[in-house]
């Protein structure tokens, strides 16, 4: 399961694709084997090189499929610059000054567009980017599609599990450690170890920017030790922690459990999740465009974002 050509068929619509004469309304898992058949070896190279100095930039890319995902549907609206009608994503509450890895998108779409022109979806781009990067750190790939909706629970355990890898700022969680919903104490559903590992850390008043690693046992590893982490109240960010820490969610609890126990239930659950996730919205027809800069749409390239073009 963990070998990929990196189709992510999933996600490969016709629709998805932002417009144009090929534009069609169904899902197909090979539309790129003949416009741009190293769409996905193209991109997994380039986080490959990346890995090689940012352990991070896994985790980076998934979030940016997350996020771009949950705000109007799966559209690359994220990547987007500001401009005289755009308000950019990048700077909204929990993207500004967080969101990173809009450089690698840039340079996937450059060697795309040199490769196979006005062909890949900026959209495309991130979702292929969110698989490569679970496959190199050890995770599954998923090469089936299906469109139904995301459902509540589930899909809320399995999705969280993307915390397996990468890295969060002590500003996100740092409250825990010492005011916790205004009580003067800790979160009293962290480990007494990792609390005070995590005080030594990010020290009351000290530098919100200080980054540590979401998964303690396996950074940079994609796997089931998230869920294992939660059991032992070691859980980084409080959304995380409460999945198994809310009394009377025995429902979720038990999700958590299961993924701690079962690899192979995990990385299951986790491609439906995906793949309903990347069903959210897609735009259709001529609803859209195949951008030639992920960071700005194409009538503005010759206009007053005409600087930008050099990204691409």
């Known amino acids: 399961m963990n070998l990929s050509k990196g189709i992510v068929a999933a996600f490969f619509f016709v ?3 932002r417009g144009g004469p090929l534009a069609h309304c169904q899902l197909t898992p090979t539309f790129y084997d003949q416009t741009c058949p190293n769409v996905s070896s ?3 190279n380039v986080i490959a090189t990346e890995l090689a100095t940012d352990a991070r930039i896994g985790g980076s890319l998934i979030r940016l499929h997350f996020h771009d995902c949950f705000v109007n549907g799966c559209d690359a609206s994220l990547l987007l610059d500001n401009s005289d009608t755009i308000v950019s994503e990048k700077e909204a509450g929990g993207n500004n000054n967080s969101a990173r890895g809009f450089d690698v998108v840039d340079r996937m779409k450059a060697l795309l ?3 196979c022109p006005a062909t890949v979806s900026c959209a495309d781009i991130l979702t292929i980017a969110a698989e490569e990067s679970v496959v190199l750190a050890g995770g599954p790939n998923w090469t089936s599609f299906t469109n139904v909706s995301l459902n509540n629970n589930s899909d809320l355990v399995a999705l969280s599990g993307a915390h397996t890898f990468g890295r969060a700022k002590c500003s996100t969680f740092n409250f825990r450690l010492y005011n916790f ?13 990792f609390l005070a590992a995590l005080q030594q850390l990010c020290p009351q008043g000290g530098d919100g920017d200080v980054i540590t690693d979401l998964d303690l046992t396996t950074p940079d ?9 939660l059991q032992a109240n070691r859980g980084l960010l409080q959304t995380d922690q409460e999945l198994f820490s809310t009394v009377g969610a025995d429902d979720i609890i038990a999700l958590v459990n299961t993924f701690s126990a079962n690899q192979t239930a995990f990385f299951e659950s986790f491609v439906e999740s995906m ?3 990347g069903n959210l919205s897609p735009l259709t027809g001529t609803e859209g465009e195949i951008r030639l800069n992920c960071s700005v749409v194409n009538a503005n390239l010759a206009g007053p974002d005409s600087s930008l073009v050099s990204s691409i």
């Open 113 to 115: 567009e040199s490769a």
């Open 221 to 229: 590893v994609f796997d089931s030790n998230y869920y294992s982490n």
């Open 15 to 17: 629709v998805f694709l």
């Open 275 to 277: 793949i309903r996730m």
């Open 181 to 193: 919903s205004g009580s003067g104490a800790p979160d009293p559903s962290l480990d007494a170890t």
């Open 42 to 44: 193209i991109i997994r």
